[in-house]
DNA sequence: ACCGCCGGGTGCC
DNA sequence: ACCGCCGGGTGCC
């Protein structure tokens, strides 16, 4: 089942974690949101019976608690394993009778590390942490206890998990996190870093950045370096970070994650490269692929979507890696692999097939490719594994260069365990748009680890969509020792990273720098630019309101702004918060259309009775703004609310900017009014709710200036050159809605992107948008906030932003989704202003933004606060 | 295990 | 001595 999109399925998957914990009882490991945990303390036990088992153990070296409730001797039975899994010994009987008990109930995660001692013959210590949420901390304490054991907290001596330091560090690691780009943020300066170009494997006008991303690619098929955090120790190897060592050399993943965030690369001149470039190394020489695809022609069943001009994402530079190997074979010959495998390791000779797993929505485009750009002179196998007279031999699919499927097709087959695809041992497997697989709870998820390979890709623009969650399955797929094992990702990675340690941020940084290649249209090569783009050019188009509109308007502001000067004078902006927000997304709705306000966001200043309704109202108000599709600030980390939560003193923030306040601060106050604030009282605000549908009959509908203003530009536009398309955004979803009457009436051909679309009905309309073909859509109505990383709207080259937004940095992302690599004409945003309004203000605003995010770093929330009292004082001209 | 614990042998100084 | 003390056997859960 495709989980569902954005930060949203976060929350889904907790849900069905503690849902499915339930259910099944004492069923598989559980495996409970890390995010959310905290230290209760440590224990100093004894591992005993050492003598009896063969695992070993390095000083400080992490073991994990595996509960044996099958023992004979001991049904409270708690093992003790070393990171490779293998038995060291158990814990003494009576520690277990009480951890057998946390364990059983979920009360706690127990990870356990060995302080010294790792050579003794007969017990050894170890000192456990005990990690959870806060409402099971006074069980495990007490539990604990009744044994006779106390915990440790604070952090004594022994303990070996990092805590945030200060408050302070903590903040900066939530603003890590909350910014959008977060996947982004784990590359600052590292993006020179890579092994540059390799200019030997270069002769032809191969782009740069084309050059950067074979060459890497090669090094890491090829690359006999240690896996990050291996150090070779005389014939042993030690991992640095669980304190680990095996005998046998870590092979590291042959592979990696190709994350280029923009539509990369000419395919043809690829192809062009790999025809007729002679490298120096010798096996690359001789013709590349015909293409020898005996089924291609016969899938009528798969639907031939309108492949796009530019090739979407790494696909193309995959290609080109995937054939060199394939080519090795020439004509007959029995050539070994080719540039991917100069030296190729005894095992990589017996397989040759490359296994390409794509979206359906992606598949004809991998055809497409295929047959265009593969020169004709030499033969390469392409079976497309499709349909239901595909041919499930193993032995016929090991004789392909490549195989092309789909996740649902090897997840159908598979159905829990084998399948012709997984008989095969594939000499590469490639997972395109990677990020499908994140929900490692999928059946597709399971079935794309159980595939044997030797070389493992995985294209993604996008490798971290949600949290750093996302991000095990990929590592899991890579085969990164040993954080394939969930508990170590979680205790090396995840824990630390989240609760705001500094140097598993620096780990996890390390970890992603080594397999992952990472480009975006600002990246260089050498110093220089690695793309040029098209040129783009930003104006601001003045609305003036009519007379009538006018009026209407002051009506509203003057009563607005009495509300607001009323709660200035009384110091109770920040109490009534909710409500000033109410009264600015009101004027700002206004300026786009009359009748975009919500009815019940016109009532604004009633009195009312007991503070608990005059609560009520303000937490409903707040909702209305944020339903409103209003992109809203977070106080906390000062960019768009994400997981929105609203306090109980009607505040709203990012979830997990709060959650951090809520676990530094003690008592916890609410960072903008400094009242009381409790997880338990905070209201979840879903992501993206669906407006009671606004179907606007043309015959009640009246126009505003800002539409008129935009039909004009639509118009003049279409008549100046009709090829040219359009995006246009709104933060006001039913705004999109109105829109749709005037360009439907005018003939515009348009299609619609929102939140509360499907992803497969995004990637329909995406798609729809971005084929060239005569009729295709002309006009894309976007949702602010879908237009959201690792979209590619290049199709467009005109941005029409509706209503300004909070924050800029918002609409950058938006703008870029059409200004990336893959636009040929030079892009155009016209920004819509109505004139002498609250929007002129918020543009004034947001100019000295970038200004205060700066600001806000280290300084006192008390200066955001004011500043914030200020910045409503602005709008309003108070 | 250079321990702790058990249980049998032993028994004033 | 229904004790203390000694010294051998013994040893995860």
Redesign the pocket.
């Known amino acids: 089942m495709q989980s569902s999109r954005g930060w949203f399925s976060f929350m889904d998957d907790s849900v069905t974690e503690t849902l499915s914990q339930a259910l099944q009882g004492t069923g598989e490991q559980p495996d409970r949101e890390p995010d959310t945990e905290i230290l209760f303390g440590n224990l100093r036990g004894s591992v005993?019976?050492l003598r009896?088992y063969t695992g070993v153990v390095n000083k400080r070296e992490m073991v994990s608690l595996v509960r044996q409730p099958q023992?004979p001797?001991?049904r409270?039975?708690v093992m003790v394993a070393n990171v490779y899994g293998s038995q060291v010994?158990?814990?003494?009987?009576e520690l277990?009778a009480s951890l057998a008990n946390i364990m059983d109930n979920n009360l706690a995660r127990i990870d356990g590390v060995v302080p010294f001692g790792a050579t003794n013959?007969?017990?050894m210590p170890v000192v456990l942490s005990f990690w959870g949420t806060e409402e099971n901390r006074h069980a495990v304490v007490q539990q604990l206890s009744s044994h006779g054991f106390k915990l440790q907290t604070g952090s004594s001596g022994t303990n070996t998990h990092a805590h945030c330091a200060n408050a302070a560090s903590c903040v900066g690691i939530c603003l890590t996190l909350c910014l959008k780009n977060a996947f982004d943020s784990l590359f600052e300066d590292l993006m020179e870093d890579k092994n540059g170009e390799r200019e030997a494997a270069v002769c032809t006008p191969l782009l740069p950045h084309q050059k950067q991303a074979l060459s890497w690619m090669c090094v890491c098929e090829n690359s006999v370096a240690l896996p990050p955090f291996w150090e070779d120790k005389g014939g042993l190897f030690y991992n640095t970070l669980t304190y680990s060592s095996v005998r046998e050399r870590p092979q590291r993943v042959r592979g990696g994650i190709l994350a280029d965030d923009m539509g990369l690369v000419r395919l043809w001149r690829l192809c062009e490269w790999m025809c007729d470039c002679h490298v120096s190394d010798q096996s690359l020489r001789g013709p590349v692929g015909f293409l020898q695809c005996s089924n291609l022609r016969q899938t009528d069943c798969i639907p031939r979507l309108r492949v796009c001009e530019n090739s979407p994402g790494n696909m193309p530079a995959f290609l080109c890696l995937c054939t060199c190997v394939c080519v090795g074979k020439r004509a007959g010959s029995e050539v070994g692999a080719a540039i991917a495998a100069p030296s190729p390791s005894p095992d990589d000779t017996a397989a040759t097939t490359t296994l390409i797993i794509c979206p359906l929505s992606v598949l004809s485009n991998w055809l497409d490719q295929l047959e265009q750009h593969v020169r004709p002179d030499v033969r390469l196998n392409v079976y497309l594994y499709y349909g239901p007279e595909r041919n499930r031999d193993p032995r016929f699919l090991s004789t392909q260069h490549v195989v092309l499927t789909t996740y649902n097709v090897m997840t159908a087959d598979y159905s829990g365990s084998g399948g012709p695809l997984h008989s095969v041992t594939w000499l590469r497997v490639v997972l395109d748009e990677g990020h499908v697989i994140r929900n490692p709870n999928a059946q597709q998820s399971k079935a794309v680890l159980d595939l044997n390979a030797h070389r493992r890709w995985i294209l993604s623009g996008t490798p971290i969509q949600n949290s750093l969650k996302d991000l095990w399955m990929l590592v899991a797929f890579l085969r990164l020792k040993p954080f394939d094992v969930r508990e170590w990702w979680n205790r090396v990675i995840q824990r630390p990273v989240t609760v705001g340690d500094k140097t598993g941020l620096g780990n996890l940084q390390a970890l992603v720098r080594c397999i992952t290649l990472r480009r975006t249209k600002t990246s260089r090569v050498g110093g220089r630019p690695l793309v040029s783009l098209p040129k783009r050019s930003f104006n601001i188009e003045e609305v003036e309101l009519t007379t009538r509109e006018r009026e209407e308007y002051e009506l509203a502001r003057t009563e607005g702004r009495a509300t607001i000067s009323r709660y200035v004078e009384e110091g109770s902006v920040l109490r009534n918060y909710a409500d000033v927000l109410a009264i600015l997304v009101r004027l700002r709705q206004f300026c786009c259309h009359p009748d975009l306000l919500g009815s019940t966001l016109s009532q604004t200043g009633v009195v009312t009775a007991t503070p608990a309704e005059l609560r009520e109202r303000l937490i409903e108000r707040l909702r209305l703004v944020l339903g409103s599709g209003s992109d809203e600030e977070c106080p906390v980390c000062l960019s768009s609310v994400r997981l929105a939560v609203i306090t109980h003193c009607a505040h709203v923030y990012c979830r997990p900017c709060i959650a951090e306040v809520l676990r530094t601060e003690q008592p916890a106050r609410c960072p903008l009014c400094r009242g009381p604030i409790k997880a338990s009282e905070l209201v979840e605000f879903p992501q993206e709710v669906e407006e009671e549908a606004g179907g606007y009959p043309s015959e009640n509908w009246r126009s505003s200036s800002k539409v008129d203003a935009l039909m004009s530009s639509l118009l003049r536009l279409r008549c100046e050159d009709s090829s040219i398309k359009s995006l246009v955004v709104s933060q006001f979803t039913r705004f999109l809605s109105l829109l749709e009457v005037p360009l439907r009436e005018e003939g515009f051909r348009f299609v619609r992107l929102d939140g509360t679309m499907s992803q497969r009905r995004r990637a329909q309309v995406i798609q729809e948008f971005q084929s060239h073909s005569p009729g295709s859509p002309l006009v894309m109505l976007l949702s602010l906030k879908a237009g959201g990383v690792g979209l590619n709207l290049t199709a467009a080259s005109h941005v029409f932003l509706m209503d300004p937004a909070w924050n800029p940095a918002v609409e950058d992302q938006c703008v870029d989704r059409c200004h990336r690599l893959g636009q040929t004409r030079d892009v155009v945003i016209t920004k819509f202003i109505v004139k002498d309004s609250v929007e002129e203000n918020m543009v004034k605003i947001q100019r000295q933004k970038q200004d205060l995010v700066e600001k806000a770093f280290g300084t006192n929330p008390s200066k955001r606060k004011t500043s914030r009292i200020e910045e409503i004082q602005a709008l309003m001209e108070l």
Do not use: E, M
């Open positions: 005993v019976g009896y023992n001797h001991d409270n039975a010994g158990h814990i003494k009987r277990a013959v007969f017990t």
